[in-house]
């Protein structure tokens, strides 16, 4: 999340007209949302990598693939 969710709250509850009243809430919504998109997608990666090393690799060969991928080029 870009703020903390006590910083929505603290815009919604500071705001004096309904245009910026509707604008924080507003923007609020709509970061949470993002926020879960993104872990939503997060969550199918990692599925999708467990599945294909069940499907596709014993334990040991996953781990030296994981290994490599996560060493980088350093």
């Known amino acids: 999340m870009a ?3 006590t ?6 509850r500071q705001a004096r007209y309904g245009k910026d009243v509707r604008e ?3 923007s609020g919504i ?3 949302y993002n926020d879960g998109k993104t872990g939503a997608t997060d969550l199918q990666a ?3 990598i ?3 090393r069940d499907n596709f ?3 040991e060969q996953f781990d030296t693939f994981w290994d490599d991928i996560t060493k980088g080029d350093d």
């Open 3 to 5: 703020a903390d969710i």
């Open 7 to 12: 910083t929505y709250l603290k815009s919604i």
């Open 24 to 26: 924080a809430i507003a």
């Open 30 to 32: 709509e970061t949470c």
């Open 46 to 48: 990692r599925e999708d």
């Open 50 to 52: 467990i599945e294909l």
């Open 57 to 59: 690799m014993t334990q």
